[in-house]
């Protein structure tokens, strides 16, 4: 099967392949992205939450820490760099939650969210990538569930955190 690259970004691709589906020749458009880590941070029944400016959204959000996967950056690497730029934290260990793919009609996005066990400051705080503007807070883990149904959390990997965190919780 042909592919065509149609754009070529910073954070993704743009390609065209043609498929074969049921015996049927078809065109994609994909989206090629190298994937991304989402990092749960949870302590004393509380989440932590970054607070930024998502152009594509056209809104402030709240969500979990999270960052692009480099090239050739193994998730945990990603991981451990977001935590320290966003939240000027670091971990002792961080367990995988799941690894999910947040649009697989049309993205080849993977985003590994793991939980962060150990938390404490850095010595050194890494600096926010350009253009970021995020600052952190911690939020209730109820306060956050009812963020998610009142529709002011509306980030597939926050909701996942929050509700794993929660499942979590009920279970000790």
Not at 26 to 41: K, N, Y
Not at 43 to 68: F, M, N, S, W, Y
Not at 95 to 121: D, M, R
């Amino acid at each position: 099967m042909r592919e065509k690259e149609i754009f070529h970004g910073h954070v993704f691709d743009v390609i065209q392949k043609e498929v074969e589906i049921d015996g049927r020749e078809c065109i994609r458009d994909l989206v090629v992205h190298h994937g991304g880590v989402a990092l749960s941070c949870v302590k004393d029944h509380q989440i932590l939450l970054v607070r930024q400016t998502r152009t594509a959204a056209d809104a402030i959000t709240l969500e979990i820490p999270a960052g692009t996967i480099e090239p050739h950056e193994k998730p945990d690497v990603t991981g451990l760099r977001e935590l320290n730029e966003e939240a000027g934290l670091t971990c002792e260990k961080m367990n995988l939650i799941t690894a999910f793919w947040p649009t697989p009609g049309y993205s080849t996005e993977v985003i590994y969210v793991y939980e962060c066990l150990g938390l404490s400051e850095v010595n050194q705080r890494r600096p926010l990538d350009e253009g970021e503007d995020i600052t952190s807070l911690w939020m209730d883990l109820d306060e956050a569930k009812r963020a998610i149904e009142q529709g002011s959390i509306r980030d597939g990997k926050t909701i996942i955190a929050i509700y794993h965190a929660l499942l979590k919780e009920k279970d000790h």
